[in-house]
């Protein structure tokens, strides 16, 4: 009878060197097959490439967090556990081969470049190339596209052009992708493309309907939409400075993504007639860089809430009110944030009474030409 062996947690591992993993091991002189890398197996290691060899199952957080981790030859891999290679921020290419199950966010945050699995995967596919493309569950057929990583997270990278319909919730979540097209695209799923730190083109198509914190904390600088048939339009001078807007909204702005989270790039100038921006109307859009409010005089609760990259406000001399509970939290990360009013009475009493008092003053008055 053949006799299988784990490997477990260890700090022995040298830093800096690949690390094949054995087909056999002996103990006291009986050999076992490796099959399986443990739980937390690798965690924080400094290794730099590992062989699998025989092993058919990695475990959960195996090589989570290994930062230095540059190449992995999946050998005979069918299933990867949640977390196994999460964090692990120098790893760019890999080729999953014969893999049939991949666990929860199992390549969260991975910087990948170059993506590759076999062709007769009796579970996946790949749609486009190694370098544009994402991988995808065969059952989903051509119309959808579902989280890959157990029920949180995908496989993509470069440039994604898809005929697909409906992506699901957390269908890419945490992924390295550039740039998404779908001239099809009618849904898009909760958290669908959340964490996906290098996203910055969308073409959203006729789209239709957009989930909770579709696109949080993505880098967004340009946004294409087909006009005719959708239920959202553009509002801005280019497909680089704007937002999206539902086109039942008039005077109050409301999230664009379910019930929080909005979709936006560069500069944002309300011009569309608004007066009110909703709670969570731009949760976690990272795409804004800068703000001209026009007529927009009434903020509800956390409508900018983690808009990092917005460093630049102008208002107007009108009377401005708010109900913020935390809408400046995590806005104007970086230094140097100017807040461009008619004069300095206004900007005070603007900071005041929107913006509060522990984020004012990072904000500094400048008079508006």
Same mark, same amino acid.
């Given at each position: 009878?053949?006799k299988?062996a784990?490997?477990?947690?260890?700090?022995n591992?040298?830093?800096?060197?690949?690390?094949t993993?054995?087909? /056999?091991?002996?103990v006291?002189?009986?050999?076992?097959t490796v099959?399986?890398?443990g739980?937390?197996?690798?965690?924080?290691?400094?290794?730099? !490439?590992?062989?699998?060899?025989?092993?058919?199952?990695? &475990?959960?957080?195996a090589?989570?967090?290994?930062?230095?981790?540059?190449? *992995?030859?999946?050998?005979?891999?069918?299933?990867?556990g949640?977390? @196994?290679?999460?964090?692990?921020?120098?790893?760019?290419?890999?080729?999953?081969?014969?893999?049939?199950?991949?666990?929860?966010?199992?390549?969260?945050?991975?910087?990948? +470049?170059?993506?590759?699995?076999?062709?007769?995967?009796?579970?996946?596919?790949?749609?486009?190339?190694?370098?544009? &493309?994402?991988?995808?569950?065969? @059952?989903?057929?051509?119309?959808n596209v579902t989280?890959?990583?157990?029920?949180?997270?995908?496989?993509?990278?470069?440039?994604?052009?898809?005929?697909?319909?409906?992506?699901?919730?957390?269908?890419?979540? !945490?992924c390295?992708?550039?740039?998404?097209?779908?001239?099809?695209?009618?849904?898009?799923? @909760?958290y669908?493309?959340?964490?996906?730190?290098?996203?910055?083109?969308?073409y959203?198509g006729?789209? #239709?309907?957009?989930?909770?914190?579709?696109?949080?904390?993505?880098?967004?600088s340009?946004?294409?939409l087909?006009?005719? %048939?959708?239920?959202? /339009?553009?509002? !801005?001078?280019? @497909?680089?400075?704007?937002?999206?807007?539902?086109?039942?909204?008039?005077?109050?702005?409301?999230?664009?993504? %379910?019930?929080?989270? &909005?979709?936006?790039?560069?500069?944002?100038?309300?011009?569309d007639?608004? #007066?009110?921006l909703?709670?969570?109307?731009?949760?976690d859009?990272?795409?804004?860089?800068?703000? *001209?409010?026009?007529?927009?005089?009434?903020?509800?609760?956390?409508?900018?809430?983690?808009?990092?990259?917005?460093? +630049?406000?102008?208002?107007g001399s009108g009377?401005?009110?708010?109900?913020?509970?935390?809408?400046?939290?995590?806005?104007?990360?970086?230094? %140097?944030c100017?807040?461009?009013?008619?004069?300095?009475?206004?900007?005070?009493?603007f /900071?005041?009474?929107?913006i509060?008092?522990?984020?004012?003053a990072?904000?500094?008055y400048?008079?508006a030409?």
């Amino acid at each position: 009878m053949t006799k299988h062996a784990l490997i477990s947690a260890n700090n022995n591992y040298v830093a800096n060197s690949t690390f094949t993993i054995p087909e /056999k091991i002996s103990v006291d002189g009986i050999y076992y097959t490796v099959v399986t890398i443990g739980e937390r197996a690798f965690k924080d290691s400094g290794i730099v !490439g590992i062989n699998l060899n025989k092993v058919n199952a990695i &475990g959960v957080s195996a090589f989570e967090d290994c930062f230095e981790l540059k190449a *992995v030859n999946f050998g005979t891999v069918s299933a990867i556990g949640n977390y @196994a290679f999460q964090g692990c921020a120098t790893l760019a290419t890999i080729n999953l081969r014969n893999v049939t199950s991949i666990g929860d966010s199992a390549f969260y945050g991975v910087p990948l +470049s170059k993506i590759n699995i076999d062709e007769d995967n009796s579970i996946f596919n790949l749609v486009g190339d190694e370098t544009d &493309g994402y991988i995808h569950k065969k @059952a989903d057929g051509t119309a959808n596209v579902t989280a890959v990583c157990g029920t949180y997270g995908g496989i993509a990278c470069g440039n994604i052009s898809t005929s697909a319909t409906h992506i699901g919730d957390y269908a890419f979540y !945490g992924c390295s992708m550039i740039d998404f097209s779908s001239a099809y695209l009618a849904n898009v799923g @909760a958290y669908a493309f959340s964490d996906c730190f290098s996203l910055h083109t969308l073409y959203l198509g006729t789209v #239709t309907s957009i989930g909770d914190n579709a696109f949080a904390h993505c880098p967004i600088s340009r946004v294409g939409l087909n006009p005719i %048939g959708g239920n959202y /339009k553009w509002c !801005g001078y280019n @497909a680089y400075n704007g937002y999206l807007k539902k086109n039942d909204d008039t005077t109050t702005l409301n999230p664009t993504c %379910g019930n929080q989270g &909005g979709v936006a790039c560069g500069n944002v100038s309300f011009t569309d007639g608004e #007066t009110t921006l909703a709670s969570n109307a731009f949760y976690d859009a990272e795409g804004i860089t800068s703000i *001209v409010f026009n007529t927009v005089t009434i903020f509800q609760s956390d409508w900018n809430c983690g808009c990092m990259n917005l460093y +630049s406000v102008t208002i107007g001399s009108g009377s401005y009110t708010s109900t913020n509970d935390n809408g400046w939290n995590q806005v104007g990360l970086v230094t %140097g944030c100017i807040l461009y009013a008619p004069d300095s009475t206004v900007a005070d009493a603007f /900071k005041t009474n929107v913006i509060l008092p522990a984020y004012a003053a990072k904000w500094t008055y400048q008079q508006a030409q």
